[in-house]
Each structure stands twice: as C-alpha cells, then as structure tokens.
C-alpha cells in the first residue's frame, strides 16, 4: 500500500517535471529575444529540475541518493540565478535592447529641445 | 517511468541545441548552453535511475560545477575580451 502510495506520488512528480522542461524548452525556441529566453530557460533550472529530483529521490528512499539529489537540487537553484544575471548584465552590457511593446522610458535626449528657452526659465 | 523523463529530456536538449545553432547573438549560444549543461545533469540522473545504477549522480555534481565555471568564463571572454583583463583598465563602465 505504501510502495503504490510513494510510486503514484514520484509518477505525478516525475511528469510533471517533465511537462515543465519540455515547456521551458519550447519557450526557448518560440520567445522573441535573449531576455524573455532567459525566463523560460529559469524555468527548466528551477521548477523542472526540483520536481524531477524529488520524483527522484521519492524513488530512491532516504539514503545517501537522495542526500545527494538535494545536493544537486541546491547546486541548481543557487547557481541558476547567478548565471541569468552575468548573462542579462553581459548582454545589456554589450548593448543588445529587449524587445518591448511599447517604450516606456523617458528619453533624456528629447526633453530639453530649446536652451534659449530654458535658459529664459531660469532667473 | 524513467523512460518519461529521458524522452522529455532529450526532447528539450534537442531544441536547446536547436536554440544553440540558430541564436541570433552570442548570448543565446550562452544561454543555450548552459540550458544544456542542466539538462545533461537531470539527464545523467534519470539514466541512472533507469538503469539502476544511481552513482551517475556524483558525474551529475562534478558536472554542474564545472558548467557554472564554464559560462562565467565565456561571458567573462565576451565581457572584456580576455579573461586576465585588469579591473583598473575597465573602471569606466
């Protein structure tokens, strides 16, 4: 009764896993810039890889198998956001603009047209 | 079960290389590698499982780290164009 118990519970973890790396991957194909890419790829490192290794070590039993899933469950969530944020400063960096429905940001280029005029605000 | 997993697995390493060939700048590349680098370790997981054997998983950690190392040194390479750059020369940006 327990075994069928702990195997319908890893079953449910493992597919939905893998549901969610499949997503993360197909996002990584179909999203438009390197940006909205890195998104759906957190979502492989983070979501998909934890319900997978729990499916895993719900298999394993507790022993050192599962000790060292946790390990590479906190190597993943740890070092995942850390590469997504070298990688969007780099990109940023190299001068690469997100792709944006509308552009929100104040342009500092455009607000003071005249200096004659601004120059008859100030006293 | 396993089986599962594997397939979904190499389904995503199959469009992540896909994402790695097509990707318009450098940092798609890197993103798609390092996407690869995960799923190579969830991958060595669950062939371990199938085939009974979960020792895989040490090659699993040992390859993670080195992943990490790995994507921080390209976009270090592609940052400042040389991994021994000195922080004094760059203090401009």
């Given at each position: 009764?327990?075994?069928?118990?702990?195997?319908?519970?890893?079953?449910?973890?493992?597919?939905?896993?893998?549901?969610?790396?499949?997503?993360?991957?197909?996002?990584?194909?179909?999203?438009?810039?390197?940006?909205?890419?890195?998104?759906?790829?957190?979502?492989?490192?983070?979501?998909?890889?934890?319900?997978?290794?729990?499916?895993?070590?719900?298999?394993?039993?507790?022993?050192?198998?599962?000790?060292?899933?946790?390990?590479?469950?906190?190597?993943?969530?740890?070092?995942?956001?850390?590469?997504?944020?070298?990688?969007?400063?780099?990109?940023?960096?190299?001068?690469?603009?997100?792709?944006?429905?509308?552009?929100?940001?104040?342009?500092?280029?455009?607000?003071?047209?005249?200096?004659?005029?601004?120059?008859?605000?100030?006293? | 079960?396993?089986?599962?997993?594997?397939?979904?697995?190499?389904?995503?390493?199959?469009?992540?290389?896909?994402?790695?060939i097509r990707g318009p700048t450098v940092f798609d590349r890197v993103l798609a590698g390092n996407v690869v680098g995960t799923l190579a370790i969830l991958l060595l997981s669950a062939v371990g499982f199938m085939t009974g054997r979960p020792e895989w998983l040490d090659i699993g950690l040992t390859?993670?780290?080195?992943?990490?190392?790995?994507?921080?040194?390209?976009?270090?390479?592609?940052?400042?164009?040389?991994?021994?750059?000195?922080?004094?020369?760059?203090?401009?940006?």
């Amino acid at each position: 009764m327990m075994d069928l118990l702990s195997d319908a519970v890893s079953w449910v973890l493992i597919a939905s896993g893998s549901a969610f790396i499949v997503v993360g991957a197909l996002g990584l194909i179909r999203l438009p810039d390197v940006y909205t890419r890195m998104h759906a790829a957190s979502v492989i490192d983070t979501l998909g890889a934890l319900l997978l290794l729990a499916g895993f070590g719900i298999q394993a039993g507790l022993s050192l198998i599962t000790l060292k899933l946790v390990f590479i469950f906190v190597l993943l969530f740890f070092t995942g956001p850390v590469v997504t944020h070298a990688l969007a400063q780099a990109a940023l960096h190299e001068g690469i603009e997100p792709v944006l429905s509308e552009d929100r940001r104040e342009k500092p280029e455009q607000a003071p047209q005249d200096p004659k005029q601004e120059g008859a605000i100030e006293p | 079960m396993f089986v599962l997993a594997t397939l979904a697995i190499l389904a995503a390493l199959t469009l992540a290389v896909a994402r790695a060939i097509r990707g318009p700048t450098v940092f798609d590349r890197v993103l798609a590698g390092n996407v690869v680098g995960t799923l190579a370790i969830l991958l060595l997981s669950a062939v371990g499982f199938m085939t009974g054997r979960p020792e895989w998983l040490d090659i699993g950690l040992t390859y993670g780290l080195l992943n990490l190392i790995g994507t921080l040194a390209v976009l270090k390479y592609f940052r400042h164009g040389d991994l021994a750059y000195d922080v004094e020369e760059d203090s401009g940006s």
